[in-house]
């Protein structure tokens, strides 16, 4: 009895270690995953954050310009004062379309949007790469009593089907 008490022992010393081992594990890749995030997309430059601010604040504006035909489209720019309405007919094709997609994603537009998303980011990686080291050792520690018990019957069965070795050995001697 004192022997599964001590191996419990180490065996509980080694799961916590290894659970410890896990948590910072999570903790430095979801770091890393982070930081290799802003490094491949970094934030918004200040004149593109100018832009997008623009265009949350004249939304409606900006949505009816740029659902106008190219006739109309210089007439509403001759209108309005702001420079992006002209430099926008000036542009090619792409460079419009991308601007619609910016106009698009701009209506709900904060400064801070991106280190928000940045803060979520982490999380949910932290929480998804814990939770994959917890399943793991979870099934590392079913796959070890498993393989106890496995070892106990097979110790058991070998035991009663050899009882006359045993007796030989104790006559013979």
């Known amino acids: ?28 890749v979801s770091t890393a995953i982070v930081v290799w995030y802003v490094a491949t997309h970094p934030p918004d430059s200040k004149e593109v954050q100018k832009m997008r601010i623009f265009f949350k604040e004249n939304s409606r504006d900006v949505s009816v310009f740029i659902a106008l035909p190219r006739d109309e489209m210089k007439e509403y720019a001759e209108q309005k004062r702001h420079p992006f309405y002209k430099s926008f007919l000036e542009k090619s094709e792409a460079d419009r379309d991308k601007i619609r997609a910016m106009i698009h994603v701009s209506i709900d537009y904060t400064p801070y949007q991106y280190w928000f998303n940045m803060v979520f980011l982490w999380i949910i990686a932290f929480t998804t790469l814990w939770f994959f080291g917890l399943m793991t050792e979870g099934a590392l520690v079913i796959m070890k009593k498993e393989r106890t018990e496995r070892i106990r019957k097979f110790n058991e069965k070998s035991e009663t089907t050899n009882p006359q070795t045993d007796d030989k050995s104790e006559s013979n001697s």
């Open 1 to 28: 009895m004192e022997i599964s008490s001590i191996e419990d022992d180490e065996s509980e010393k080694n799961r916590k270690l290894m659970s410890r081992i896990s948590f910072w594990i999570s903790i430095i």
